[in-house]
């Protein structure tokens, strides 16, 4: 056991990763849901972000003393998408969508915690390796908090949007010529050095804030615990936080059960779908390729507990081509909803675990849509032309494709085309 305000990340004696414990932590579960729900009538900041509002399972910081840094991160909704579940085989599905966070991303539910535990310790400068979501959070939220930005990204390797973000909050941005796990050893190597405050999810203060969105979740649903919760996997940050957040609040009676979780990976970039069906020992994957360049991550930190949420509550790791994934994404778009290519994942995963028989037609299923669809126009605009290609350069198929139509000015022409639209 190490005291809250020590900066460390990972257990000096056996390497595990640091997580955050609340001794003697009891709540009364009626009351507290109830309070809960009265916070969201409340203007006050921290009951209208969707991650403070459930501070009584944040006891890492008292909010009376210490301020936090909220940009009103969470409240993301629950999104019924009959076209989707159809797709993927079920009677229904609904999808939880992270990208209406404040920066687009799940982020923003770890990071609001990050930041305001890097606040709490004084820090001046904070730094994280990022495939562009974390870097785009923390280079919010540590503009906000009046802390300084180190961003360490993989050159070539993040999308546009994601990008634009980290410069236009002003974060110093390195784009180092290697892959997201080099750098991350590489940065972690440098915060013990420098004392620069990391903030990827080796963070244990970000897994806090990223728990709470199955908080918010089963809130959402009346405390009704799903069958299956499906959730991208890259790194490993969030299942590992999702499996810590109902853990808890089944010891605390706020629920009886867990749901099954599926974690899904890119099959260029899916070594925790290798090691959860041969077992043996954790293998990385050195040349990790994807075009989901969000989990496009070959050796995932935090691997040892995401396998025991995994395997604790019965779930499975399967992993998706690079066309699943473009399709998928394309019809989660034609729901009016739209994501980025690694939360499609999702989608691309129910579709296969349905057809295998392993997850039921009449399954109640939420899948967690991890970033917006605005994260990365470039692979939307190449899908939709034909135009996308795999890593290894073989063609993608634009199954869904819906190219812009080059019209000349002429009011004739356009209402002929217009009217001969959505026609067979
Ligand atoms: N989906 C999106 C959109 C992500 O940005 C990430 C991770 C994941 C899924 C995977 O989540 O790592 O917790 O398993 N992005 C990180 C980043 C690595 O740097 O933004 P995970």
């Known amino acids: 056991m190490y005291p809250i305000e020590d900066a460390i990340y990972t257990c000096p004696k056996c390497g595990a990763l640091i997580e955050a414990t609340y001794e003697g932590l009891a709540l009364d579960a009626a009351a507290t849901k109830r309070r809960w729900r009265e916070r969201r009538m409340s203007n006050a900041p921290l009951d209208q972000s969707g991650v403070w509002r459930y501070r009584e399972l944040l006891g890492f910081v008292d909010t009376a003393r210490h301020s936090a840094v909220t940009l009103r991160e969470g409240n993301t909704p629950l999104l019924n998408a009959p076209r989707a579940a159809a797709y993927g085989g079920l009677d229904a599905l609904v999808f939880k969508h992270q990208g209406f966070n404040p920066t687009g991303s799940f982020k923003d539910n770890g990071m609001t915690c990050g930041a305001t535990q890097g606040l709490r310790l004084g820090m001046k400068k904070v730094a994280c390796v990022s495939t562009g979501n974390t870097s785009a959070s923390m280079a919010a939220y540590a503009a906000a908090a009046g802390m300084t930005p180190i961003i360490f990204l993989p050159h070539g390797n993040i999308s546009y949007g994601k990008l634009a973000q980290a410069l236009e909050y002003g974060a110093l941005t390195l784009q180092v010529e290697a892959n997201f796990d080099q750098i991350l050893a590489l940065v972690r190597v440098l915060a013990e050095k420098?004392?620069?405050?990391?903030?990827?999810?080796?963070?244990?203060?970000?897994?806090?804030?990223?728990?709470?969105?199955?908080?918010?979740?089963?809130?959402?649903?009346?405390?009704?615990?799903?069958?299956?919760?499906?959730v991208p996997g890259g790194n490993l940050g969030n299942i590992s936080a999702f499996g810590k957040g109902f853990r808890e609040l089944r010891a605390m009676g706020f629920i009886e059960k867990l749901p099954r979780f599926a974690v899904i990976q890119a099959a260029g970039s899916a070594p925790f779908e290798k090691y959860w069906k041969e077992r043996g020992e954790f293998e990385a994957v050195r040349e990790p390729e994807t075009l989901a360049t969000a989990i496009r991550i070959g050796d995932p930190v935090s691997w040892p507990k995401a396998i025991q949420v995994v395997d604790e509550s019965n779930g499975v790791v399967e992993k998706v081509t690079e066309q699943e994934i473009a399709d998928a994404k394309a019809v989660v778009g034609q729901c009016g909803i739209g994501c980025e290519p690694a939360s499609a994942a999702t989608l691309a995963g129910i579709r296969k675990l349905v057809s295998a028989?392993?997850?039921?037609?009449?399954?109640?299923?939420?899948?967690?849509?991890?970033?917006?669809?605005?994260?990365?126009?470039?692979?939307?605009?190449?899908?939709?032309?034909?135009?996308?290609?795999?890593?290894?350069?073989?063609?993608?198929?634009?199954?869904?494709?819906?190219?812009?139509?080059?019209?000349?000015?002429?009011?004739?022409?356009?209402?002929?085309?217009?009217a001969r639209h959505g026609e067979a």
């Open 194 to 230: 420098t004392g620069i405050y990391l903030l990827n999810s080796v963070n244990p203060f970000r897994i806090e804030g990223q728990k709470t969105i199955m908080v918010e979740m089963l809130d959402q649903r009346e405390w009704s615990v799903p069958d299956w919760v499906v």
């Open 357 to 418: 028989g392993v997850m039921k037609r009449d399954a109640d299923v939420v899948a967690i849509l991890t970033g917006n669809v605005l994260k990365d126009p470039d692979y939307i605009y190449k899908y939709h032309t034909g135009q996308l290609k795999t890593p290894a350069g073989a063609a993608i198929t634009a199954t869904f494709g819906n190219e812009p139509v080059v019209v000349p000015n002429d009011a004739a022409r356009i209402a002929e085309i217009v």
